[in-house]
Structure formats: structure tokens, C-alpha cells
């Protein structure tokens, strides 16, 4: 089965910009979608296919894919992006949906 | 406003039963594809289910097939999960969600909470 890899844990001073990797086997083939949950909260959508942004999503938020890596970049961090952030493709030979183990974002 | 409100969760012994209904609203229901997804307590998301607009395709992840049925009804605007032979390790919380045209999960729930436990 795919299997995503992400870092357990970012640290970002705020103001500054924060980048979540999520690693795969020729990752750049697939769709990646990332999303953004908070304590106690329902996930929420912030990245789809790749690096388009769903409305209501601030511009700071961007994604991108390429080779065995996609990234999700937060600039101009503020303290309220303090989350957990995953990432997911859909696995065309199992027709599963794939989630990476997550990363917590902590602002400093 | 799109919607959707699971319910059913509950405390259930090891080897039981649960349902799990999800009720939605602000949206045509009936032309979007939809998930279940679930979150044991403080680990990462896990994706359990999938069923078609018109129900006829269904997926299943691994540590659901065989014990997890998918269904919904378009005429009433609501999926279900039906558990069988409940383990500790499904203690979670159960997640709705709405599949976008990528394949993206574009709207979710706030979660129902099943517990295992004897």
C-alpha cells in the first residue's frame, strides 16, 4: 500500500514561514490534498490538488509537488495556525485514500 | 451552508454492534461521493470507507473490510456505517465526509465518538 511520510513536528517563529514536507513514491503523480486541524475540532481543507487554495482560505497558504515531495508553506505565520496538518492523495491501485501521520505545527 | 451531523456513537462492548448515521444538508446530496474517516485518541486521521453517488461502489480500508458496512440513502440525505464485531482498537472518533471531484474531502463533520470497552 502508499504510504505518506511527514515529520512529526514543525517549529516556527511568528511572522516567519513554516514548511510541512510529506514524502512518497513519486508523489508528484498524485493529487496531494493537506489539511489543517486544531484541538478538539474537525479537520479542515486547506490545500487541493497540489496548490490550489479552497475559498476562505488565507493566500499565506500554498502547496506544491514535485519528485518524491509535496510541501504545504504557511507564510507570515500567526499563532492561530498552530495545528496539526496532514496530508492525503488518493491510491489509484487500491482505490484507498491516503493519510500521512500528520505534523504539528508550533509556533514559537 | 453544507452540513453534516454524525450521531450514534456510543460506548459498546468488545464483539458488538454500533450504527452510525450521518445527516446532511446544504447540498445535493445525492451527486457527491462520500467517506467515513476516523481519528483514535491522539493519533492521525484514518480513512475507513467510501461509497458512491448511487451506492454501488465501495471501498473499504483493510482494518474495516469484513466487519463495516457502508450504505446510504439519497432520499433522505443520509450515510451510514454499520460496525460489527467491535474491537478496542475502533475506539475512535467517526468522522462524515463529503468527496470533492478530485478526490479531495472537502467538507467534514464534527464527529461522533465510539468507545470499546468492556
Known amino acids: 500500500s502508499y504510504v505518506l511520510t511527514q515529520p512529526p513536528s514543525v517549529s516556527v517563529a511568528p511572522g516567519k514561514t513554516a514548511t510541512i514536507t510529506c514524502g512518497g513514491n513519486n508523489i508528484e503523480s498524485k493529487s496531494v490534498h493537506w489539511y489543517q486541524q486544531k484541538p478538539g475540532q474537525a479537520p479542515v481543507l486547506v490545500i487541493y490538488?497540489?496548490?490550489d487554495r479552497p475559498s476562505g482560505i488565507p493566500e499565506r497558504f500554498s502547496g506544491s509537488n514535485s519528485g518524491n515531495t509535496a510541501t504545504l508553506t504557511v507564510s507570515r505565520v500567526e499563532a492561530g495556525d498552530e495545528a496539526d496538518y496532514y496530508c492525503?492523495?488518493?491510491?489509484?491501485?487500491?482505490?484507498?485514500?491516503?493519510f500521512g501521520g500528520g505534523t504539528k505545527l508550533t509556533v514559537l | 451552508e453544507v452540513q453534516l451531523v454524525e450521531s450514534g456513537g456510543g460506548l459498546v462492548q468488545p464483539g458488538g454492534s454500533l450504527r452510525l448515521s450521518c445527516a446532511a444538508s446544504?447540498?445535493?446530496?445525492?451527486?457527491?461521493?462520500m467517506n467515513w474517516v476516523r481519528q483514535a485518541p491522539g493519533k492521525g486521521l484514518e480513512w475507513i470507507s467510501y461509497i458512491n453517488t448511487v451506492g454501488i461502489t465501495i471501498y473499504y480500508a483493510d482494518s474495516a473490510k469484513g466487519r463495516f458496512t457502508i450504505s446510504r440513502d439519497n432520499a433522505r440525505n443520509s450515510l451510514s456505517l454499520q460496525m460489527n464485531s467491535l474491537r478496542a482498537d475502533d475506539t475512535a472518533v467517526y468522522y462524515c465526509?463529503?468527496?470533492?471531484?478530485?478526490?479531495?474531502?472537502?467538507?467534514w463533520g464534527q464527529g461522533t465518538l465510539v468507545t470499546v470497552s468492556s
Open positions: 492525503q492523495v488518493w491510491d489509484r491501485s487500491s482505490d484507498h485514500k491516503v
Open positions: 465526509v463529503r468527496e470533492g471531484n478530485l478526490r479531495e474531502l472537502d467538507y
Open positions: 490538488y497540489d496548490s
Open positions: 446544504g447540498f445535493d446530496f445525492s451527486y457527491y461521493e
